[in-house]
T-cell receptor
């Protein structure tokens, strides 16, 4: 596709519900990232994939958060037993290469509200 | 204390003004420095990318990095109402260049 595509764009979940957020990176992009952006804050790193390998998941806030990219393209971020503090925009991004100097392209985000 | 500090603004300027946006940081290991623009309800869009110290110019935008002072700047010349957005600085280390550390963003409003 032309850009990074995320779905759903908006999600309201009841506390305790599980949610799944999908990311379609730019076609052929090797690297894929998930970031979390709270209201009025900058994005915070969650996890990084190079192809299907999850190379860094140090930013995932708890074991309720899980990300996968089984075939090296589409990725899913799953949040189990959602809590109010999980309310944020979840940004997916991709880059063509694996090293520095590769432009990271962000999607428009999935807006999660936990009520 | 956050690794990257950025004044949240808002910064309001008249059309045509020169805008100066800044970030300070505490981690001397940062080697890559970026500026992103984020419109409301959109994802961040890369404006400028700089490696280590120095200046870089692209059209109306100039990015400066002063590693000795741990200070980076973005200048926008001849600002336009379409420049109204939140500007985020971001930086990363050489050993984890994929992991961007963002400032909290500065809201800019350019008045017609």
């Amino acid at each position: 596709g032309a850009g990074v595509s995320q779905s759903p764009r908006y999600k309201v979940a009841k506390r305790g519900q599980d949610v799944a957020l999908r990311c379609d990176p730019i076609s052929g992009h090797v690297s894929l990232f998930w970031y979390q952006q709270a209201l009025g804050q900058g994005p915070e790193f969650l996890t990084y994939f190079q192809n299907e390998a999850q190379l860094d998941k140090s930013g995932l806030p708890s074991d309720r958060f899980f990300a996968e990219r089984p075939e090296g393209s589409v990725s899913t971020l799953k949040i189990q037993r959602t809590q109010q503090e999980d309310s944020a925009v979840y940004l997916c991004a991709s880059a063509s290469g694996a090293g520095s100097g590769n432009t990271i392209y962000f999607g428009e985000g999935s807006w999660l509200t936990v009520v | 204390q956050k690794e990257v500090e950025q004044d949240p603004g808002p910064l309001s300027v008249p059309e045509g003004a020169i805008v100066s946006l800044n970030c300070t940081y505490s981690n001397s290991a940062f080697q890559y420095f970026m500026w992103y623009r984020q419109y409301s309800r959109k994802g961040p869009e890369l404006l400028m990318y700089t490696y280590s110290s120095g200046n870089k110019e692209d059209g109306r935008f100039t990015a400066q990095v002063d590693k000795s002072s741990k200070y980076i700047s973005l200048f926008i010349r001849d600002s336009q109402p379409s420049d109204s957005a939140t500007y985020l600085c971001a930086m990363s280390r050489m050993d984890s260049s994929y992991k961007l550390i963002f400032g909290s963003g500065t809201r800019l409003l350019v008045r017609p």
